[in-house]
């Protein structure tokens, strides 16, 4: 039999990616981030369309030379259709649906959920079912329990913003550049002394779901008594803000945590998955892995590379769906909320 080679594209956000998958192990893959967002403190839905434009064809045909393919060689091609920002995922779904509509190929819109998810495994081997998985990013933070592929039962999400949205705020706050999690990550790892406390929210109807808007308050508060504001920035001494990125990531992580330590204890679970781009910070896998020991339950978390938004996620994604015989209509539509 041939082999197997799934085309994935990634537009969702600030990320233009592609990647090429073939039985189901990476060989090509082209990530590059948007870096013109930056200077705006967020993500801005135009400029990420515009870009991804530009960004998507050279990438597409980067990955097929790396890999040494041809359009004509592929059994598929995969785009990520939701959730995400509308214009940007319009870019990447229909350059799929150009490439599917010429040269004859299966076409898979994919869910970037369920993409994160299933990153661990392409990343790191077969994951024992069932697991929990906890898939936490900047527009996400949900624990999900995972039976099988597709087989999912949401069990807790955040009721305002996402972990990484959080970091990305808080980072405006103390004058970091957007996005702020690897810095706030970085300075909370290097920080030996006592971090500032901030309150956790704990909520009472679900004890899975996750807030993190009061956090930001807290912040907000700690930072005004204290310093002058300088634009969007207060003016924090040096020596003072790593103890308050220590307090951030602590908080965060102590959220995290306690979640997924209730969900492993009600439910019967043969391990735990974390994913998306906040799964990147040391800071906070340092955390899950005292967890998985005490708990005596395999941890398995992506490297960097597979945490944050990439192409590769979406082909393996792609080449899993593939091989249940799933293709989607030339009619696919975005889906800028789709849940998982
Ligand atoms: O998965 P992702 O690339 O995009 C979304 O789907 O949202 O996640 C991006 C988020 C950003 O909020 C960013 O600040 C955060 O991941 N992030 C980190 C780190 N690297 C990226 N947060 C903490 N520590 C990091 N090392
Ligand atoms: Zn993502």
């Given at each position: 039999m041939s082999p197997t080679a799934v085309l994935g594209i990634e537009t969702s956000c600030d990320e233009t990616a592609a990647a090429i998958v073939v039985d189901g192990k990476l060989v090509a893959d082209r990530t590059t981030r948007q870096i013109l967002h930056e200077q705006y403190g967020g993500v801005v839905p135009e400029l990420a369309s515009r870009s991804h434009q530009q960004?998507?064809?050279?990438?597409?045909?980067?990955?097929?030379?790396?890999?040494?393919?041809?359009?004509?060689?592929?059994?598929?091609?995969?785009?990520?259709?939701?959730?995400?920002?509308?214009?940007?995922?319009?870019?990447?779904?229909?350059?799929?649906k150009g490439l599917s509509l010429s040269a004859n190929l299966p076409l898979l819109g994919i869910n970037h959920?369920?993409?994160?998810?299933?990153?661990?495994?392409?990343?790191?081997?077969?994951?024992?079912?069932?697991?929990?998985a906890l898939i936490v990013s900047g527009g996400h933070t949900l624990l999900v329990e995972v039976k099988g592929f597709g087989a999912y039962r949401r069990l807790g999400s955040t009721r305002d913003d996402a972990a990484g949205e959080l970091f990305d705020k808080v980072g405006r706050m103390m004058g970091i550049a957007f996005p702020a999690g690897a810095v706030l990550d970085?300075?909370?790892?290097?920080?030996?002394?006592?971090?500032?406390w901030f309150p956790r929210a704990r909520l009472r109807d679900n004890p899975l779901d996750f807030s993190f808007s009061g956090l930001k308050t807290a912040v907000l508060y700690y930072l005004r008594e204290r310093y002058p504001r300088l634009g969007t920035a207060y003016e924090i001494p040096a020596e003072?803000?790593?103890?308050?990125?220590?307090?951030?990531?602590?908080?965060?992580?102590?959220?995290?945590?306690?979640?997924?330590?209730?969900?492993?204890?009600?439910?019967?679970?043969?391990?735990?998955?974390?994913?998306?781009?906040?799964?990147?910070?040391?800071?906070?896998?340092?955390?899950?892995?005292?967890?998985?020991?005490?708990?005596?339950?395999?941890?398995?978390?992506?490297?960097?590379?597979?945490?944050t938004d990439n192409g590769a996620m979406v082909a393996?994604?792609?080449?899993?769906?593939?091989?249940?015989?799933?293709?989607?209509?030339?009619?696919?539509?975005?889906d800028p909320a789709a849940r998982l």
């Amino acid at each position: 039999m041939s082999p197997t080679a799934v085309l994935g594209i990634e537009t969702s956000c600030d990320e233009t990616a592609a990647a090429i998958v073939v039985d189901g192990k990476l060989v090509a893959d082209r990530t590059t981030r948007q870096i013109l967002h930056e200077q705006y403190g967020g993500v801005v839905p135009e400029l990420a369309s515009r870009s991804h434009q530009q960004l998507l064809g050279p990438a597409v045909e980067g990955v097929l030379s790396d890999a040494g393919l041809t359009v004509s060689e592929l059994a598929a091609v995969a785009a990520t259709s939701g959730p995400g920002l509308a214009g940007a995922l319009l870019v990447g779904v229909s350059f799929a649906k150009g490439l599917s509509l010429s040269a004859n190929l299966p076409l898979l819109g994919i869910n970037h959920l369920e993409a994160h998810l299933w990153s661990a495994e392409l990343a790191l081997g077969e994951l024992p079912l069932p697991f929990l998985a906890l898939i936490v990013s900047g527009g996400h933070t949900l624990l999900v329990e995972v039976k099988g592929f597709g087989a999912y039962r949401r069990l807790g999400s955040t009721r305002d913003d996402a972990a990484g949205e959080l970091f990305d705020k808080v980072g405006r706050m103390m004058g970091i550049a957007f996005p702020a999690g690897a810095v706030l990550d970085r300075e909370a790892l290097e920080f030996d002394g006592e971090p500032i406390w901030f309150p956790r929210a704990r909520l009472r109807d679900n004890p899975l779901d996750f807030s993190f808007s009061g956090l930001k308050t807290a912040v907000l508060y700690y930072l005004r008594e204290r310093y002058p504001r300088l634009g969007t920035a207060y003016e924090i001494p040096a020596e003072v803000r790593p103890a308050i990125s220590a307090g951030v990531m602590t908080a965060v992580g102590e959220m995290l945590v306690a979640r997924a330590t209730i969900a492993l204890e009600d439910g019967n679970y043969e391990a735990l998955v974390v994913t998306g781009g906040v799964a990147s910070s040391s800071f906070l896998r340092n955390g899950f892995q005292t967890m998985s020991n005490r708990m005596g339950i395999p941890l398995f978390i992506p490297p960097p590379g597979f945490c944050t938004d990439n192409g590769a996620m979406v082909a393996y994604a792609g080449y899993r769906r593939l091989s249940l015989n799933d293709r989607s209509p030339l009619t696919l539509a975005v889906d800028p909320a789709a849940r998982l």
